[in-house]
């Protein structure tokens, strides 16, 4: 940012210059050859302008060995698509419950990836409360047509049949 700061204001100084040049220049045969050499010393001053600050531009940015890139392995990788399909598929199978007036404490999910990087539904526990025991049949039949997987249901501790 230095370098972009000291390209700016050798250009505005050089601006300066040169307009206060042009003004003293006369207005006969002297002018084409003091525009001309007004001309080079803008040029040659803005390309050492700009030489000064691109190196100053360089000199700012990171070396190679300084910059760490963080490895992650294919495990890593999976676990973290893993939870967060999990944590997805359970706010989903929460709010179709809801939706259908039941409540319930707690949905457990588990997931396995396959070596193809295919997710599968493994195992679904459902906890709930005794007031909605008797809706057991209703999250089963939620649960299989959303997930493909029959749900272990267990109420107050105890596993429904």
């Known amino acids: 940012m230095k370098g972009l700061g000291a390209l700016g204001e050798v250009v505005c100084m050089i601006c300066v210059a040169v ?73 989903s199978l929460n709010e179709l419950l809801s939706n259908e007036g039941i409540e319930v404490r707690d949905i457990n999910i588990t997931l396995k990836i396959s070596e193809q990087g295919r997710i599968t539904v493994s195992r679904v526990v459902i906890y709930m409360n005794e007031p909605f025991a008797d809706r057991a049949g209703d999250v089963r039949s939620i649960i299989y047509r959303n997930v493909s997987k029959e749900p272990e249901i267990y109420v107050e501790g105890k596993r429904i049949e």
Request: glycine content about 6%; proline content about 4%; hydrophobic content about 40%.
């Open 19 to 91: 307009s206060m040049i042009s003004v003293l220049i006369p207005q006969k045969r002297t002018r084409r050859v003091m525009s001309f050499v007004i001309g080079l010393f803008f040029v040659g001053s803005l390309l050492q302008g700009l030489s000064v600050s691109l190196g100053q531009i360089y000199a700012e940015l990171p070396k190679q060995e300084e910059i760490t890139v963080p490895r992650y392995s294919d495990k890593d990788y999976n676990d973290a698509v893993g939870q967060q399909t999990a944590d997805i598929l359970t706010e």
